[in-house]
């Protein structure tokens, strides 16, 4: 068996055994989000990815569109892509935004 098959012999993506973590922070504006792009770069190039957003405060459009992208990149790599315990503050400037429809199968309460 080569690096990459089962025991079936089908090629697998081993980067999918490694969930990736990234928690966002309290405040998420223009400040910290190119941060915050970089971890989830990080994170989507080893697999799956959680985003922890209990702790989310503040959200600017571009962070909530930025997690939206990711999200997009991580279905075009078949990984999976999920928003762990989004807090009020979050869901509640993505229904203000309309952006619900865009979220609703990446959150996970």
Same mark, same amino acid.
């Given at each position: 068996?080569?690096?990459? *098959?089962?025991?079936?012999? $089908?090629?697998?993506?081993?980067a999918t055994q490694?969930?990736? #973590?990234? =928690? +966002?922070?309290?405040? @998420?504006?223009?400040?910290?989000?190119?941060?915050?792009?970089?971890?989830?770069?990080?994170?989507? *190039?080893?697999?799956?990815? $959680?985003?922890?957003?209990?702790?989310?405060?503040?959200?600017? #459009?571009? =962070? +909530?569109?930025?997690? @939206?992208?990711?999200?997009?990149?991580?279905?075009?790599?078949?990984?999976?892509?999920?928003?762990?315990?989004?807090?009020?503050?979050?869901?509640?400037?993505?229904?203000?935004?309309?952006?619900?429809?865009?979220?609703?199968?990446?959150?996970?309460q």
């Amino acid at each position: 068996m080569r690096l990459g *098959e089962d025991s079936g012999g $089908t090629l697998t993506n081993m980067a999918t055994q490694n969930l990736q #973590t990234v =928690a +966002l922070p309290e405040i @998420i504006d223009l400040d910290s989000i190119d941060g915050i792009r970089d971890q989830l770069i990080d994170a989507l *190039e080893e697999g799956p990815v $959680t985003v922890q957003a209990s702790a989310v405060e503040r959200v600017s #459009t571009n =962070a +909530l569109l930025l997690l @939206i992208s990711a999200a997009e990149t991580a279905r075009r790599h078949h990984f999976e892509f999920f928003i762990d315990a989004p807090s009020a503050a979050m869901g509640a400037a993505i229904e203000r935004l309309g952006l619900s429809a865009r979220f609703s199968g990446m959150m996970k309460q």
